[in-house]
């Protein structure tokens, strides 16, 4: 059986066809692409599409019908997923030395770009849906949830490990009046959150979370912990545990998989986020077995679909109003991520959790705010 038969066979599975006149279905512009996407698997896959070697109207129905169909697990064995795997098992690839990396290839990108791709909010992580019927709706959703889940009060200590451009610091500093300490390893983030917070209202750091010092009475993780990595884990938690108050609470907002992994999809690994690994809940479960109480584990994945469909069109949006300049294959490679990444949510092949822990258990029963 030829390239293009298998990968033509394969994608019948997911009702996906090559030349076919659905949104969903596949146009291909370059023959090699057969053997390089069993070749190479999703690298290859990603990389062609930014090449442009095949387009598809809808990605991201393509992808949730994919995945659905469990077509990756027919193109896994390869090369790059090896190397993975390898890596990720004999090194530690989230030390203090490597912390920077993907923010240098990733986060200090620019902001201009981000700004207008995120909104006035600038949450990269995803909203809250519910009772929204806008992103930024749903982001101010989502930073209000926070502040509920942590019972937030005013003049109360908080730690925000991983604060991005500052947009929920700001928030529990303007509308609760918590005195936020707010620390990120991106140099452009930490620039940005500096600049945009006028009234100092925010104590900002430019540091790796294994160097904090201090006691606070709140903390808070968006969309940080994909970045530590299971031989992290341990640490991670006995950080946190050691900075938090024994009365306070720890709020840890993730992305996470059903399933354990080893490493990351070859192609996000390489142009989106270096050295990322989701957490199943097993890892999670070990992470924080003698260490915390879990209080409430809560997983609205679902809505990550609709987050990274607005950022998609806002995306495409400030690229056709010059609102940022970017090359035709960057833009591609955007499209890819942000799209191949709802299907991929509305699949329910990956989650959202926010899990809030105390350090010995709230008196009388935690309250679970929704």
């Not at 023959?31 to 070697?53: A, F, K, N």
């Not at 609102?323 to 499209?335: D, G, L, T």
Request: net charge negative; proline share 3%; with cysteine.
């Amino acid at each position: 059986m030829d390239a293009k038969t298998m990968v033509t066979s394969m994608l019948a599975v997911a009702d996906i066809r090559i030349g076919g006149d659905r949104p969903w279905d596949i146009q291909v512009h370059n023959p090699d692409l057969y053997q390089r996407v069993l070749r190479q698997g999703t690298l290859g896959t990603g990389e062609s599409y930014m090449e442009g070697w095949w387009d598809c109207d809808q990605l991201d129905v393509m992808f949730c019908r994919a995945i659905r169909a469990h077509l990756e697990a027919k193109i896994h064995n390869n090369l790059p997923v090896f190397a993975i795997m390898a890596a990720q098992t004999l090194f530690n690839l989230q030390s203090v030395a490597r912390a920077t990396m993907v923010a240098e290839q990733h986060y200090n990108m620019d902001n201009a770009m981000f700004a207008r791709m995120l909104g006035p909010t600038m949450n990269y992580s995803c909203g809250y849906w519910k009772d929204a019927s806008t992103l930024d709706e749903a982001q101010n959703n989502k930073m209000e949830l926070i502040c509920r889940k942590l019972d937030l009060k005013e003049g109360m200590s908080v730690l925000d490990i991983g604060c991005g451009w500052g947009g929920l610091s700001l928030y529990m500093a303007e509308h609760y009046g918590a005195k936020v300490t707010a620390v990120t390893v991106s140099t452009e983030q930490f620039a940005y959150a500096r600049e945009h917070d006028t009234e100092h209202k925010v104590n900002w750091l430019l540091e790796d979370y294994r160097s904090i010092k201090g006691r606070f009475d709140r903390i808070v993780s968006v969309g940080m912990f994909e970045h530590v990595g299971r031989k992290n884990y341990g640490v991670f938690m006995d950080t946190t545990h050691t900075l938090l108050d024994p009365s306070g609470l720890f709020l840890l907002h993730t992305i996470g998989s059903s399933t354990r992994k080893t490493g990351t999809d070859p192609w996000i690994n390489k142009y989106i986020f270096p050295n990322g690994m989701l957490p199943s809940p097993v890892c999670i479960g070990k992470a924080i077995m003698g260490r915390y109480v879990m209080e409430d584990w809560h997983n609205f994945g679902a809505d990550y679909d609709k987050t990274l469909m607005a950022w998609h069109q806002r995306f495409e949006e400030g690229y056709a109003e010059g609102a940022f300049q970017c090359s035709e294959r960057v833009r591609r490679m955007y499209r890819y991520y942000l799209l191949s990444c709802a299907g991929a949510f509305r699949a329910r092949d990956i989650q959202l959790w926010q899990i809030v822990l105390s350090p010995q258990g709230v008196e009388g029963g935690y309250c679970c705010a929704r």
